[in-house]
């Protein structure tokens, strides 16, 4: 029993969220579910998984890292595709953040969500959220990676849009869903050139490396490998040019954005890359994509950060500069750096969102303090009031329009394709039946609203 | 540069116009003010001047909002009992022509009362064809439907015979869909003849209603007109642009970089800004760049701005102030904000020009730039003639009428030969039409009142009889506390302790309007009511000032760094090593989150022991310009004392104020006291105590024939209602000689303290009823610092009732925390003037804090802010849903989701006349109480008798005391419910005995 301790604490750990789900679910459509029941199945499951968390990284520290095999999921020629979870120092550290920051934000939304209509939708998400996370950051195999890459895609759009009432919150979770799902066909293509170039996509641990990595690709093939992964990591990671996403997922309740997008999911891209460092340091141009990308963003959104006035996107830019800096330190291959910045990050801004509403009390006090030293100006002395001023409203006021990223995408790349859908659509129309669309009858606008 | 000179000449007509036009847009928008300073007010304030049925309508005619509860509320509410028969009957009584018949056998009183309590919702175009073709409405009779009518339905036509229900059919051989509907009518009628008995009804119904709908189409503002024409949204473009604008202008403090050009004004700042528009990411920005450079070179002022984009999309000056409304209304929270700075200079945090104007020109010099774009791609020469092809839209429908029409009489028992005999089914359409959903609310909101309200007057009158046959003993510690409605439970509980205290209501300001500057705190604030402006300044300063020097350096320091933390963690490099850092904060974190309650003792104790306060006083004497003089300080005070009736002092009188600690909460102001404008009231409580334990003060206070004798002594002090916390100040002072006696009260104080929580937790669904009040007390304490805890308090949630009198005859009285206290004795009011002066300050204060919660819970889309989890702390001054909405201002849904939605029963202690005579003389007492935005009620000083104004007028109401429920403690009233307790009497406390 004892030399199965890793493959049981990892079993614990995955699926007490996977079953609290499931739980979750069942009573949802059986129309039994009430708040107690689901605060105690996910409390339950959250605490289960963090014993397992922490039991892992105990083995890992002591005994050092290891692969666990469950299987082969299934075959096709000489391509296999492996069911392996891999437990490294860096697993343990991802998998104990993971499920302590699942473990404290189910805790902290027992209070905060109460009497919320959607209250078990949330502990249905959160839990499945847990579940792909951990397959994320346990996976001995990109392709397991994927999976879990996909289940943190849906939950967090899916929390974007948790208030479905209001349209701007199903918008922006529609923005950041497409957003994932068109850099994941980067992310599925650098899969698939790795299992072309490699002949396997394992992770295996590596005695000289603190990380294991991906199997290493030489020449090309690392080149195609690494910008495509890069690409796949972008979107999560809300890298520049398509980061616009992530103070637009700001909509959600507290708690869930600060987890996602203080804590974790942000950081999965980053995850990700920490795992691929082999093909980037055989790849002197995918390292330099790593930078050019890192800084362009850290630049821009440090800079978009300190024009923005409400709390939450300013830290969401925040965050964006520290991952943006963390791209570079993996394009420098400081693997070391980046997943200790990575920690360090998703623990500072998860705490700084979940205080956002508290950022009046807070400034009240220190403004007291400061009295003097704000209204002089000496405490704020920046490059920004150093510009002249013709050029500090030039840079301002792109700052303030987010340097057009998102613009220029509508611009160029979105409205194209929607004429073109359009003008499909219109071809098949004509192709097909004659008939008129069919109108959506309007309830009457005009009975001044008495009814 | 000088804005006047700017204009070209003053005397052109269209500035006057639009002038006019921004002020009156300027009354509609929420007059909120920034979060830190909010105070309640009554939302539609603007609106006071009308009745308050006619005003809500009024208001939901310009808003859209909703003016009353949902109509199934309402009908919940009767089937349970809330609202009964009786009341719905006497609320009925109000309608106009209530006995005129609108059909053979239905009066229109009968038929309101029908559409009241049967849902019949309007049915057209394809939610009709679905409850035709696929629902049961032409199968089956609907609910509530008379089964004798439809019985002589059937009769009939079986007499008739099914010749005649087929020729029946063929009339209709013109309407395909009605022979669609009667084709299976003889297959049918062998097997049920209901069916077909409703089909010929149906039939009849759509021949009475063929008329056209009398409605007449409306021209949408153009957004609306847009999306339906062109399936585009200006606000898609204007707004995130507009929004993050306003945000960057307005900002007090969030924001690292400030807007340049700012201090121009928002227009003229925004021009600057724009000529460096780029045209790169959409067209319309280089046609702004242009537009901005032109209006820069042109001189423009705001107003020159707004008549250029006006007359550019075409619209004819008549209409400028409809689309003007239309365009500050798209997003009334941020317009509404710059109209508070502008027209309240104190609540400015940045020394900036703000109006209203500026906001306008902004937005409509983005938005013509966009409606130019959207105009060229839709393939128009200009806006200006996009927007005039844009036609009203007809939404009127036939078969609307005929499906209300049929469902009525089936309600009605209309037969067929009834609908047969009518030979115009438009009177009656037009009745139904008349007795709409707001006009029907109105009534059920007159009988939901009235049956609180008399419950209340029962217990009122039940109690006040027994007490007006005791003599009220003497007592050895009197406590005052806010006339809040937090507070009656805290002085009940107190009092039931015995004989030997007594408790006194007194606005939480105590007369003392002061602009109050804490020893912590960067500027002053008012703490006095909103409508005042602070007459005195008194500053917190060290008793040492040379000692204090080193606690304050190190003050500065620790607020330097926890600064310089909040900025350079959101930096780029210096964020670069806090972040790596970051990981540290893991165990602050989880301590807070897990065990708020410890944590927040284990902060305080490291704070006190780093960064413990100095010894304090208050400038509270003439000191240059703060403090007070003798003769001021007696004046007020000696009106208080006589205001309320006070004039015997026991040894030890406490001073209360209140306030609430709550953490993660931006609206923590609005959880203040509300007579200090949104601030704690402790420092005029404080400041109240020292004055009077004066010997100077004191000698000119029996000079007004107020007499404290010198065994008298004062101390101040701070309710915390949130965590249930009395802190006295000043204990220091306290003369040996009633150190015991204020041991023992603090004491009692603790127990009153404990029974509180306990009433309080049983409105919080997180702790079991059956939790002893020590555990409450953990709890609330718990609840005050926790991060997560949305519902710190409940606030005045369940605020519904105002008494004005006498204590001594509400003692034993048990209101459910619902009811603000005021005391006031009308025996030493012969001529009323301390009533008048007293419903002045109290009676808008009590009505805006009732109908804010009013309205934040009858629609908490437009006046409420809704849901409290996504919101989005912007610019130090108001919050947003989530990214990018607008402001939100009102209440949010958890504070007001056990409210109950009811006006402010105000009863008060003086005669009708007394009470007509007062609303004559003060127009803004005189409104609410005329207009009923307060339900008033007087109560005879002499006898009793209690007369309300009801809708009908002055009513005479007889309680009925023989149904009020008497309790030996107030626990026994509240056990085991979470639910509004009706008030009652209470025993405990009343005899000299049980101290």
């Excluded at chain 1, 890069?230 to 890298?239: D, E, F, T």
């Excluded at chain 2, 200006?384 to 309600?411: H, I, K, N, W």
């Excluded at chain 2, 109690?463 to 937090?486: G, H, K, L, W, Y």
């Excluded at chain 2, 004062?714 to 802190?727: K, M, N, Q, S, Y």
Aim: net charge negative; aromatic share 6%; glycine share 8%.
């Amino acid at each position: 029993m004892l030399e199965h301790i890793d493959g049981v604490a990892l079993a614990v750990a995955i699926l007490a969220p996977a079953l609290a789900t499931l739980a979750i679910a069942a009573l949802m459509v059986t129309g039994r579910a009430r708040e107690e029941n689901v605060v105690a199945i996910s409390r339950t499951a959250f605490l289960a998984s963090l014993a397992g968390a922490i039991a892992i990284a105990v083995v890992v520290v002591q005994d050092g890292p290891r692969e666990i095999t469950t299987g082969v999921w299934f075959e096709a020629g000489h391509h296999a595709f492996h069911v392996n979870f891999l437990l490294d120092p860096l697993a343990a550290m991802m998998i104990v953040l993971t499920a302590g920051a699942c473990s404290l934000i189910g805790h902290f939304s027992v209070t905060y969500l109460h009497g919320e209509r959607g209250h078990t939708r949330f502990y249905l998400l959160l839990d499945l959220f847990a579940v792909g996370m951990l397959l994320i950051v346990t996976a001995g195999s990109i392709d397991l990676l994927f999976v879990g890459w996909e289940i943190v895609g849906i939950t967090s759009a899916l929390l974007i849009g948790f208030f479905h009432e209001r349209p701007m919150p199903v918008r922006n979770g529609l923005r950041a869903f497409v957003t994932y799902r068109c850099c994941d066909v980067a992310l599925l293509v650098g899969i698939i050139m790795l299992h072309h170039y490699a002949h396997e996509t394992g992770m295996h641990v590596d005695p000289g490396r603190w990380a294991a990595g991906l199997p290493a690709v030489s020449g090309g093939g690392a080149t195609v490998v690494g910008l495509a992964l890069m690409l796949g990591a972008m979107g999560k990671s809300a890298q520049a040019p398509v980061g616009g996403w992530l103070p637009r997922a700001m909509e959600g309740p507290t708690p869930s954005s600060a987890i996602f997008y203080g804590a974790l999911s942000v950081h999965a891209g980053v995850y990700l890359l920490i795992r691929a460092q082999p093909v980037f340091e055989r790849s002197p141009i995918a390292s330099a994509a790593l930078i050019v990308v890192g800084a362009i963003t850290a630049v821009t959104a440090t800079l978009t950060g300190r024009v923005e006035s409400d709390v939450k996107t300013t830290l969401a830019y925040a965050t964006m500069t520290q991952v943006g800096l963390m791209f570079v330190e993996l394009g420098l291959h400081l693997p070391t750096v980046a997943s200790v910045h990575l920690v360090g990050n998703a623990v500072l801004r998860c705490w700084q969102l979940l205080r956002a509403p508290a950022i009046l009390h807070e400034l009240h006090e220190v403004h007291g303090a400061l009295e003097h030293e704000l209204e002089t100006g000496r405490v704020l002395d920046n490059i920004e009031r150093k510009l002249p001023g013709h050029v500090g409203a030039w840079l301002y006021l792109r700052a303030l329009d987010r340097f057009y990223f998102e613009a220029l995408f509508d611009r160029f790349l979105v409205r194209p394709f929607f004429a073109l859908a359009r003008a499909l659509a219109r071809l098949d129309e004509g192709l097909g039946t004659s008939d008129t669309p069919v109108a959506v009858p309007r309830r009457a606008a005009t009975d001044g609203g008495k009814r | 540069m000088n804005v006047v000179e700017l204009r070209k000449t003053d005397e052109e007509p269209w500035r006057a116009s639009l002038e006019e036009a921004i002020a009156h847009i300027a009354h509609l928008l929420p007059t909120q003010a920034p979060l830190p300073a909010f105070v309640h007010h009554n939302t539609l304030h603007a609106f006071e001047h009308l009745p308050f049925h006619e005003a809500v309508a009024e208001a939901q005619r310009i808003f859209g909002a909703e003016p009353y509860l949902p109509e199934d509320r309402f009908r919940e509410a009767f089937a349970r009992g809330r609202i009964r028969a009786e009341d719905l009957d006497f609320a009925l009584e109000g309608l106009p022509d209530a006995d005129e018949p609108v059909a053979p056998g239905l009066t229109r009183s009968a038929l309101c009362r029908l559409l009241m309590l049967h849902e019949v919702e309007p049915l057209a175009g394809a939610e009709l064809d679905y409850a035709i073709h696929e629902g049961s409405l032409l199968d089956q009779p609907i609910e509530g439907a008379d089964a004798a009518a439809l019985d002589r339905t059937v009769a009939t036509i079986v007499e008739r015979g099914e010749a005649w229900v087929r020729g029946r059919a063929s009339v209709e051989e013109g309407e395909a869909g009605v022979v669609d509907r009667l084709g299976p009518i003889g297959r049918r009628l062998r097997v049920d003849p209901q069916p077909l008995a409703l089909r010929c009804l149906w039939a009849r119904c759509l021949e009475l209603s063929t008329l056209p709908a009398s409605r007449t189409a409306q021209t949408a503002p153009w957004r609306e007109r847009l999306r339906t024409d062109h399936g585009v949204d200006v606000e898609d473009e204007l707004h995130p642009t507009l929004i993050r604008l306003c945000g960057a202008y307005l900002d007090g403090g969030l924001a690292y970089w400030p807007m340049p050009h700012r201090e121009l004004g928002f227009y003229r700042g925004f021009l600057e800004l724009a000529s460096a528009s780029s045209s790169l990411p959409a067209p319309w920005r280089g046609r702004l760049r242009t537009e901005a450079r032109r209006e820069r070179a042109d001189k423009l002022d705001a107003l020159g701005s707004i008549r250029r984009s006006l007359e550019s999309l075409g619209i004819a000056p008549e209409r400028w102030e409809r689309v003007l409304t239309d365009e500050a209304l798209a997003l009334p929270g941020w317009a509404g904000m710059f109209r508070r700075l502008q027209s309240h200079p104190r609540d400015r945090v940045r020394a900036l020009d703000y109006a209203l104007e500026d906001y306008l020109a902004v937005r409509l010099l983005v938005e013509r730039c966009i409606l130019e774009d959207i105009a060229g791609g839709a393939g128009f020469d200009s806006a200006r003639e996009m927007l005039d092809a844009g036609r009203p839209v007809d939404c009127s429908e036939v078969r609307e009428g005929a499906a209300t029409l049929f469902r009525v009489a089936q309600l009605a028992g209309l037969d067929l030969e009834t609908l047969e005999a009518l030979d115009d089914g438009r009177p009656l359409l037009e009745a139904i039409d008349a007795l709409h959903s707001t006009l029907r609310r109105s009534i059920w909101q007159e009988a939901y009142e009235r049956q609180q309200r008399h419950e209340a007057l029962d217990a009122i009158s039940a109690v006040a009889e027994v007490q007006r046959t005791r003599s009220e003993p003497q007592p050895e510690v009197q406590v005052a506390f806010c006339i809040d409605d937090r507070e009656e439970s805290i002085r009940r509980h107190l009092e039931e302790l015995g004989t030997r205290y007594q408790t006194w209501g007194i606005a939480g300001f105590y007369g003392l309007a002061i602009a109050y500057k804490g020893l912590m705190d960067a500027h002053e604030r008012g703490l006095c009511p909103a409508s005042r402006e602070p007459d005195h300044r008194v500053h917190e300063v060290p008793q040492d000032e040379e000692g204090a020097k080193r606690w304050e350096r190190r003050w500065k320091l620790v607020g330097r760094t926890g600064f310089a933390g909040h900025v350079s963690s959101r930096t780029m490099l210096r964020g670069l090593s806090l972040s790596i850092a970051g990981a540290l904060e893991a165990v602050p974190m989880a301590i807070r989150v897990v065990a708020p309650r410890k944590a927040h003792r284990f902060r305080e104790t490291m704070r006190n022991a780093v960064l413990r306060p100095p010894p304090t006083r208050l400038t509270a004497l003439r000191e240059g310009e703060l403090g007070y003089d003798i003769e001021e300080a007696a004046d007020i005070m000696a009106d208080i004392f006589q205001t309320a009736g006070w004039s015997e002092f026991a040894p030890l009188v406490v001073i209360l104020g209140h306030g609430s600690t709550t953490s993660n909460n931006p609206h923590e102001a609005a959880y203040q006291c509300g007579a200090c404008a949104g601030g704690p009231g402790g420092p005029n409580a404080r400041l109240f105590a020292h004055l009077a334990n004066l010997p100077a003060i004191r000698e000119a206070l029996r000079a007004r024939g107020i007499d404290i004798g010198d065994e008298t002594y004062f101390v101040g002090g701070l309710h915390d209602t949130c965590a249930d916390e009395i802190r006295l100040d000043d204990l220091e002072d306290v003369p040996e000689s009633h150190r015991d006696l204020l041991a023992s009260t603090r004491k009692d104080l603790e127990a009153a303290l404990d029974q509180n929580a306990h009433e309080r937790c049983r409105r919080f669904k997180t702790i079991s009823l059956e939790a002893s009040p020590k555990a409450a007390r953990a709890h609330v304490e718990a609840r005050a610092q926790d991060l997560a805890q949305p519902r710190s308090e409940y606030n005045h949630c369940t605020n519904a009732l105002c008494l004005v009198g006498r204590r001594w005859l509400e003692r034993g009285l048990f209101l459910d925390r619902r009811a603000f206290l005021v005391s006031y004795d009308p025996t030493r009011d012969p001529d009323g003037t301390i009533l008048a002066n007293l419903l002045a300050s109290v009676g808008p204060v009590g009505a805006g804090i009732n109908l804010e919660y009013y309205f934040s819970t009858v629609d908490q889309d437009h006046y409420g802010c809704g849901t409290k989890l996504p919101h989005n702390v912007t610019g130090l001054h108001g919050v947003m849903n989530g990214h990018e909405s607008d402001l939100r201002t009102g209440l949010a849904y958890q504070m007001i989701d056990i409210h109950e939605p009811v006006r402010l029963v105000t009863v008060v202690e003086a005669t009708v006349e007394r009470l007509e005579a007062i609303a004559e003389g003060n127009p803004a007492v005189g409104r609410l109480v005329s207009n009923r935005w307060i339900q008033i009620v007087a109560m005879d000083p002499d006898d009793g008798t209690l007369t309300e104004l009801t809708h009908l007028g002055w009513r005479r109401y007889e309680p009925k005391r023989d149904q009020v429920g008497v309790f030996d403690r107030s626990l026994d009233a509240y056990r085991s419910t979470r639910a509004n307790v009706a008030p009652c009497r209470v025993r405990a406390g009343l005899e000299k005995t049980d101290a």
